[in-house]
């Protein structure tokens, strides 16, 4: 059974365009590892207003793609990459903040 998971990041104002280009040319290897990792229907929105950026993903078992125990070098690197222009932790994984949620309709 799937199990929803949405949350929610921080993009560092000024970086909206740089962030798109980068999702744009995502690398095969990390699109792979991650729908390997059960994660699909995965998709991340911007609010302008805030610069937070809300991700929806739905995920096979209990993990999900922002899960930093045992990180792949693959996802290590993308993080790496990104970490210039997101609010990161010192591994450089995006501070994300999961969002509950209060409703739901098929």
């Known amino acids: 059974m799937k199990k929803r998971f949405a949350f929610k990041m921080f993009l560092k104002p000024g970086f909206e365009d740089e962030y798109a280009k980068r999702h744009a040319a995502i690398w ?55 970490a210039d222009i997101m609010e990161v932790n010192p591994d450089n994984s995006p501070v994300t903040i999961p969002l509950p949620e209060l409703f739901h309709m098929d």
């Open 28 to 82: 095969p290897e990390l699109k792979q590892m991650i729908k390997d990792q059960g994660v699909s229907n995965y998709s991340i929105y911007w609010d302008k207003d805030t610069n937070i950026l809300f991700a929806y993903q739905e995920c096979e078992g209990e993990g999900n793609s922002q899960d930093t125990d045992n990180v792949d070098p693959i996802t290590q690197r993308w993080w790496d990459m990104m």
